[in-house]
């Protein structure tokens, strides 16, 4: 959905940018506080979220910058630092609180490429269109119906599955299955990012884009596994620029992927245990092979007045295979309401709310409930019932780039459980444009 159509403003900045369109610079910071009281739990296990009082800081500092070599080509260049800590180090959460949080704690603190990638545009049509320069495009104006590549490192959900009220840590919501959609085990390394092509073909009221892209070693590995051929993963989406009410504006997108990685399949982690291979179901025994997940996802929103929008995102994947790049869904219904400032005099401000229910498939409940561990999940049981969580935040302009956001998010059955929780989860988070 086009912003200019929308009461967002496009967000202020503590520096001016670079007027010379050739080159772009910019960075921001985000620091984001949680905690949570003691809760309830009748059992926890080694990747359970702690029934006991925690509290946790993230932080996520990134510097932008672009060099545009010709009318049609450019190149991006991003360097990150993350750190900070999570709430029980990232465990007993299919849908996370907080998207900025570094899920391997042994990682190196130093400094890391983001993003350098090659961004190639090629005309398919003489008239052209304005377009807002920003991170990842420094082209302000562009051909309208054209053919867009883009090669290198970079993170998938910069492309796809993007929505205007829910889609940015930033300045929106934290929780992982908000922000992005959950069933979506997209390609990435441990800090969401990977190496791949993607491809982007945009005309006047339509977009068809594709990726394809390299898949991690081992599940929520840093390390990418270099053969192409052997383990990769294909992401597919069809957007349309129209929303489903008359007259106001929206976008309709529909989402496919397909996964090939050394991924375990549940119903064998099963059996082994039951045959006495193991002492608990283990979705890593096993020996190196390709395995295929796939998945489906729809996308919308729609404005309902200039300064408030409707969105929701459904999802779901076929949940044989072991949850690997992302986070423990195998399905999703998102939906959720945003208001822009303008209405009450506050441009830069932004609220919304946001309902998510996320559920995993028979087998992945059964490996769980045999004492079985994921990634992310493992209270050691399970007594099933679908994840749910509600999420608030108001987020405030203060002055010039500086932004404050209180957020409160609720979850019930925890990492899918009915014997834990419900647990609140309040937050804070300073975020800084540069």
């Not at 979220?49 to 932008?64: E, F, G, H, I, M």
């Not at 190149?75 to 709430?87: C, H, K, N, Q």
């Not at 949080?101 to 490429?113: D, G, H, M, Q, T």
């Not at 070693?217 to 990769?232: E, F, R, S, T, Y």
């Amino acid at each position: 959905m086009d912003q200019d159509s929308s009461g967002e403003a496009a967000p202020e900045t503590m520096l001016p940018h670079l007027q010379d369109d050739r080159f772009w610079i910019s960075g921001q910071a985000n620091f984001v506080y949680q905690t949570h009281p003691t809760f309830y739990a009748k059992y926890s296990g080694p990747h359970s979220l702690t029934p006991n009082y925690q509290k946790a800081l993230s932080r996520v500092l990134t510097l932008y910058t672009g060099a545009r070599l010709n009318d049609s080509t450019e190149v991006i260049f991003d360097l990150e630092e993350a750190g900070g800590s999570a709430l029980s180090t990232g465990f007993g959460l299919a849908g996370d609180t907080d998207l900025d949080i570094v899920r391997n704690p042994l990682l190196s603190k130093a400094p890391y490429v983001a993003r350098l990638m090659i961004h190639k545009v090629f005309a398919l049509s003489e008239n052209k269109v304005e377009s807002e320069r920003n991170p990842l495009s420094l082209f302000s104006v562009l051909p309208r119906r054209r053919l867009e590549i883009r090669f290198g490192k970079l993170s998938m959900p910069d492309f796809f599955d993007q929505n205007s009220a829910a889609s940015d840590t930033h300045l929106q919501f934290l929780n992982w299955t908000v922000d992005n959609n959950g069933a979506w085990d997209y390609a990435a390394d441990t800090r969401g990012y990977t190496v791949g092509l993607v491809a982007d073909y945009e005309d006047k009221n339509y977009g068809i884009k594709f990726g394809e892209s390299l898949m991690p070693k081992v599940a929520n590995g840093i390390d990418l596994v270099w053969q192409p051929w052997k383990a990769h993963a294909e992401n597919y989406e069809f957007d349309w620029n129209h929303g489903v009410v008359p007259k106001k504006p929206g976008a309709i997108r529909l989402l496919g992927y397909t996964n090939y990685a050394n991924m375990g399949i549940y119903s064998q982690a099963i059996a082994q245990y039951f045959e006495g291979s193991t002492a608990a179901p283990d979705i890593t025994d096993h020996s190196w092979h390709i395995a295929r997940k796939y998945g489906l996802g729809v996308n919308l929103e729609q404005a309902i007045t200039p300064n408030f929008v409707a969105f929701a995102r459904w999802g779901w994947d076929n949940g044989k295979t072991e949850s690997f790049a992302y986070t423990e869904v195998d399905s999703t219904i998102l939906t959720g309401l945003g208001a822009y400032g303008a209405k009450w005099h506050r441009k830069q401000d932004r609220a919304a709310f946001a309902f998510v229910s996320n559920g995993i498939c028979k087998y992945h409940q059964e490996y769980l409930a045999d004492g079985g561990l994921g990634f992310l999940l493992g209270d050691g049981g399970l007594s099933y019932g679908r994840e749910t969580i509600e999420e608030m935040y108001y987020t405030a302009h203060v002055w010039r780039g500086i932004y404050l956001a209180p957020d409160v998010q609720h979850i019930n059955n925890p990492g899918y459980n009915r014997d834990r929780g419900p647990v609140l989860v309040p937050g804070f988070r300073l975020h800084v444009e540069f």
